[in-house]
């Protein structure tokens, strides 16, 4: 698990967080509906 989390802080170090053209509408088509944002989890989360 600590190898996996050390391959994912290189990614995001060297990559960032922005998505690659296209990631959005395919994650939406698996999901079925729009993505949340940080604030929306937060809130949902919370109660």
């Not at 990559?15 to 690659?20: L, S």
């Not at 959005?24 to 698996?30: A, F, H, P, S």
């Given at each position: 698990m600590a190898y996996e989390?050390?391959?994912m802080a290189e990614c995001y170090d060297s990559?960032?967080?922005?998505?690659?053209a296209g990631n959005?509408?395919?994650?939406?088509?698996?999901l079925g509906r729009p993505l949340n944002g940080h604030?929306?989890?937060a809130l949902a989360a919370a109660g």
């Open positions: 989390k050390r391959l990559d960032g967080m922005i998505p690659e959005v509408e395919r994650l939406t088509g698996i604030r929306e989890f």
